[in-house]
């Protein structure tokens, strides 16, 4: 059974960060480079696709280390771009066989930050971009090659920064993102997998 704990911690942060109130102010705006690196975890949609004339596909999550780069150009608009280490799923094709794949899935979004400018120790933000997925590593327990072609898709985040002082901040967001993969068993085409998962990622954030 899928577990949901880096879910919970994001909910939980949120809703911490919105009960805490601080007098002190700090600076957050126009030129802000800025890090964030954590825990991420990927969890794949219920429904990943069917394969091999109709056998449903599902997609394990896996949780790895995460970290992003951004860069502020205006009080309330940035930039962020999503790494990780390789995520490793295990797949299940109903009735045929198990196994495995990696991937990296860098995620570039544009990012809109309501309260950016202000003095608020509570910063959220929402961004939309692209995510570049490359697969490696695909295996079957039957012996049976797989490839999985990369895929482009667009992406969607929320987040937020709970601010400690002028350059670290607590920090927790989530990323929907569409990874649909071209199939092939044995070289031959073989349907789609729909990986489509939420990431959750949550950790600290560190501003230069």
Avoid at 140 to 145: L, V
């Amino acid at each position: 059974m899928r577990k949901a704990v880096l879910p919970t911690l994001l909910v939980s942060s949120i809703a911490a960060a919105a009960l805490m109130t601080s007098s002190q102010a700090f600076a957050y705006g126009a030129g802000d480079f800025f890090t964030r690196v954590g825990v991420a975890q990927v969890e794949p949609t219920s429904d990943n696709g069917e394969i091999l004339g109709g056998a449903g596909v599902d997609v394990d999550s896996d949780t790895n280390f995460a970290f992003t780069l951004g860069y502020r150009f205006h009080d309330k608009i940035g930039v962020e771009l999503l790494a990780a280490l390789p995520f490793k799923h295990d797949l299940q094709v109903d009735g045929v066989t198990g196994g495995s794949t990696e991937h990296l899935p860098p995620t570039l979004t544009l990012q809109y930050y309501p309260l950016g400018g202000t003095e608020s120790r509570v910063q959220p933000y929402v961004g939309a971009g692209v995510n570049y997925t490359r697969f490696s590593d695909e295996k079957t327990d039957i012996g049976a090659s797989l490839e999985l072609d990369d895929s482009w898709g667009a992406a969607g985040q929320v987040g937020i920064d709970l601010l400690i002082d002028d350059n670290w901040a607590l920090n927790a967001a989530a990323w929907y993102i569409d990874i649909d993969t071209d199939a092939r068993v044995n070289g031959d085409p073989a349907g789609t997998v729909e990986i489509d998962p939420v990431v959750v990622m949550a950790g600290l954030s560190y501003r230069f």
